[in-house]
């Protein structure tokens, strides 16, 4: 079994940044795609950004221009680097691993809440 442990949310004023960490217990980024995952309160999670495992990324519109996901093999880690929060960012953010499709995922952390205030 896979652990992701995030980390790095917190509060940040619109137009600030933050950068989120996703550790894992195994290396598993290495040879499998790490995602970033959003949900809001009253929302259902929704998919942010995905690194494949060759290094390929893509991101939701929502978030392009303004977000940059990258990976450390050597320290298991996958980061998501948003610049430019808005308030509408405010979400739970959830890192994910071993994802074949946004909608089939296998490994789960436990979230990081990040908050915008306006």
């Known amino acids: 079994q896979v652990q992701l442990v995030e980390s790095g949310g917190g509060l940040v004023q619109a137009g600030g940044s933050l950068r989120l960490s996703c550790a894992a217990s195994?290396?598993?980024?290495?040879?499998?795609?790490g995602a970033w995952y959003r949900q809001a309160p009253g929302h259902q999670r929704e998919w942010v950004a995905t690194?494949?495992?060759?290094?390929?990324?893509a991101y939701a519109d929502s978030v392009k221009g303004r977000f940059t996901i990258s990976r450390n093999n050597a320290k298991n880690q996958v980061y998501l680097q948003m610049n430019s929060l808005k308030p509408e960012d405010t979400a739970v953010f959830y890192c994910?691993?071993?994802?074949?499709?946004?909608?089939?995922?296998?490994?789960w952390g436990q979230g990081t809440q990040v908050t915008v205030s306006s």
């Open positions: 195994i290396s598993i980024f290495s040879n499998k795609a």
């Open positions: 994910a691993a071993d994802l074949s499709s946004p909608d089939n995922v296998r490994y």
């Open positions: 690194i494949t495992a060759g290094g390929m990324t």
